[in-house]
């Protein structure tokens, strides 16, 4: 090969030097490569860029790859590029804490059970077969459930016992009362049963067991009433333990009922004391637990009717209604 640039002679019997038209191809060459590496330069700096490389890069292997946008923890994904995002030291770069369990209220009812039953469902009036299954409630058998009655608007004593429960549920954990609803809203089509609802109240071995209802008898007949069990020995019922104490609990519903709604004892029954004992009613005949019914007024008079429509009443009612629970429970 040769280096310098005067042109050999040319061999015999060729029309051309040879090794010109190497020279011509190698001058193409070093001109095309010269051409060529700035973009391979400017390509390899792009390729250290994005695959992260460097100067401080590791020599011993592939540079790391960047994490991917899915692969970053909660809060890092709107880091700023070139910020690190920082994590607390207990919790995990892939984790969410957990937001904190607000502590139960604490009151003159910490430690205390009490069931609220919603009397009726709003979906009974749709399986009407299912209610009219008969069940034994000890003195003898009856209905599964009933539809409760409506106000002559149509507002149904279901939807009434239901909104007062939960008013009265809120207020009683605000005294620190573990409550307990035998169904609510939507959880189930129809029922449950009496025979449920007061197995209920066993089971969760409750301090104290309301029944929430309303009546539905003539007009003009207004007021509240507390139904308290009768003493029964027949069957599965057995009260004579209940008696006692059940009638404790009505007796401070009543008075409190009473002082917060404005309400007066009933005007039809109790011999106006608000307080009448039956031995008919499957939900206090099968309660061990110490239970009243409470009939928070008439649906059927129109006096009635507009307190029991009323947020504002009902809210009145629960209250009244906790205040007597918080009373017999010794608050």
Request: with cysteine; proline share 8%; glycine share 12%.
């Amino acid at each position: 090969m040769r280096y310098d640039d005067s042109p050999p002679p040319p061999e015999s019997g060729s029309s051309a030097d040879p090794d010109r038209h190497w020279f011509t191809r190698r001058s193409t060459l070093v001109v095309g490569i010269a051409a060529l590496a700035p973009a391979c330069l400017a390509g390899w700096v792009l390729t250290q860029t994005l695959s992260g490389a460097g100067p401080d890069a590791s020599r011993s292997g592939p540079a790391a790859q960047p994490a991917s946008h899915s692969s970053l923890a909660p809060g890092q994904r709107d880091a700023k590029p070139g910020s690190t995002p920082s994590t607390s030291p207990t919790t995990s770069p892939t984790t969410t804490a957990a937001a904190p369990v607000p502590a139960p209220a604490k009151g003159p009812l910490t430690g205390k059970t009490v069931v609220v039953d919603p009397g009726h469902n709003t979906g009974n009036f749709k399986h009407t077969d299912e209610i009219d299954q008969q069940v034994d409630i000890g003195t003898n058998r009856k209905e599964c459930d009933t539809t409760g009655t409506t106000t002559n608007s149509g507002y149904m004593e279901a939807e009434f016992t239901m909104d007062v429960s939960k008013r009265l549920r809120t207020a009683l954990e605000s005294q620190g009362a573990k409550v307990v609803l035998t169904h609510e809203t939507g959880a189930r089509a129809w029922g449950p049963c009496i025979t449920e609802r007061a197995r209920i109240g066993n089971e969760a071995n409750a301090d104290a067991v309301v029944s929430v209802h309303a009546d539905g008898v003539s007009a003009g007949n207004r007021g509240f009433h507390i139904i308290l069990p009768a003493k029964v020995k027949n069957g599965a019922a057995d009260t004579a333990k209940i008696v006692g104490p059940s009638r404790e609990l009505g007796e401070r519903i009543a008075g409190n009922f009473a002082r917060t709604t404005g309400s007066a004892p009933a005007n039809y029954l109790g011999g106006g004391t608000g307080l009448v004992v039956r031995d008919d009613l499957g939900g206090l005949n099968l309660s061990t637990r110490p239970k009243v019914f409470i009939e928070c007024g008439n649906m059927r008079d129109a006096k009635d009717a507009a307190q029991l429509t009323s947020p504002e009443w009902r809210q009145k009612a629960a209250q009244g209604i906790a205040d007597g629970i918080v009373g017999f429970l010794g608050g």
